[in-house]
């Protein structure tokens, strides 16, 4: 069965460098999502991208963040300068058309010391 | 304020019996509703959608039922097992149909 994939799984960083966290999603799908989930707290959206644009964005989406669709097969987040609170784990979801159902990806855990 | 509000305490069911979670939102108008399953330290896992127009959905041992005018939405698990153990989160889709807003989801502890 297809399945969304994330690189790495773990990425400790220090804070003020910048990460790239990246995602292979299902090959058939046109929709991209990235959420974050820090510990102990609920799952939260973070971006949209569909036909190589953001489609929507959350008020954490901030200017430190970007998204890219580099080529055909991955997906990835950019934190440009990591702080603290971006400590979490990363969620990378995909979807075959407007508002159905996200398959997500087993995440990256992001450590900012 | 859109809200989408979860049992917080955890659920502790012996094997075989049902599990019952509860899902109630506010300020949505949805037309459809997800229940998710996340393991701990794991992503998650989409179980079942049900639709404004559906008021029950089965998938072997999972019923979904969802009553938009309480708002409500009820996830069953019958004849449960050890393996059920998880966190079981409600989703809906934000206005603009891209975002999926989760709950807070619901725990459930099956023993033997």
């Known amino acids: 069965e297809p399945e969304v994939t994330q690189t790495p799984s773990h990425q400790v960083t220090q804070m003020g460098q910048e990460v790239i966290l990246r995602c292979v999603p299902i090959?058939?799908?046109?929709?991209f999502y990235w959420y974050r989930q820090i510990l102990g707290q609920k799952v939260e959206f973070l971006v949209s991208f569909y036909n190589n644009e953001i489609s929507e964005k959350s008020e954490i989406f901030d200017d430190q963040f970007s998204v890219e669709r580099p080529d055909g097969s991955n997906f990835t987040l950019k934190i440009r300068s990591t702080k603290l609170e971006d400590s979490a784990m990363y969620f990378c979801?995909?979807?075959?058309?407007?508002?159905?159902?996200?398959?997500f990806g087993p995440g990256t855990r992001l450590l900012v010391l | 304020s859109q809200k989408i509000e979860q049992n917080s305490e955890a659920l502790n069911i012996q094997e075989g019996k049902t599990a019952t979670l509860t899902c109630n939102y506010t300020?949505?108008?949805?037309?459809?509703l997800q229940w998710y399953r996340q393991d701990p330290g794991r992503g998650p896992v989409f179980l079942l959608l049900i639709r404004e127009n559906e008021k029950e959905k089965r998938k072997e041992r999972l019923k979904v039922t969802f009553d938009t005018t309480l708002k409500q939405s009820l996830f069953h698990i019958t004849a449960s097992q050890p393996a059920d153990s998880a966190t079981y989160l409600c989703a809906l889709t934000s206005n603009s149909g891209y975002a999926l807003n989760f709950g807070k989801g619901t725990s459930l502890l099956v023993t033997p």
């Open positions: 300020n949505y108008s949805p037309a459809y």
């Open positions: 979801a995909s979807s075959d058309s407007f508002k159905e159902t996200q398959y």
């Open positions: 090959s058939n799908h046109l929709y």
